[in-house]
């Protein structure tokens, strides 16, 4: 079992960077793909990005593809969300969750573990 926490969230002009951390414990971090999502105000949870448990591996949804950077540090226990040029439709809860010997799904249902979500405000 893993417990996850994210943090790194809050309100930036559009065209402005986050970075999002989120930090594992309880399990070993490496053998677990990582993921982020994001839920907009009245929507659906989407999917944003997702890691390998090596790091090789990246995924990225289309509506954050050269804007959003996912990446691990396996030594920290951590995993992150790179975010630049911020839009206002960026503007959602960010979750980070856990696949156990997972690949890096775009799917939110093949992950076990998730944190309790960080918000992001970007204003125009």
């Known amino acids: 079992q893993v417990q996850l926490v994210e943090s790194g969230g809050g309100l930036v002009q559009a065209g402005g960077s986050l970075r999002l951390s989120c930090a594992a414990s309880?399990?070993?971090?490496?053998?677990?793909?990582m993921g982020w999502f994001r839920q907009p105000p009245g929507k659906e949870r989407e999917f944003v990005a997702a890691i390998t448990w090596s790091g090789t591996n990246t995924y990225s949804a289309d509506s954050v593809k050269g804007r959003f950077t996912i990446s691990r540090d396996n030594a920290k226990n951590t995993v992150y969300l790179q975010m630049n040029s911020l839009k206002p439709e960026d503007t959602a809860v960010y979750y980070c969750?856990?696949?156990?010997?997972?690949?890096?799904?775009?799917?939110?249902?093949?992950?076990?573990?998730w944190g309790q979500g960080t918000q992001v405000t970007v204003s125009s």
């Open positions: 969750a856990a696949d156990y010997r997972g690949s890096g799904s775009i799917f939110a249902r093949v992950y076990e573990y």
């Open positions: 309880g399990s070993t971090f490496s053998s677990y793909a």
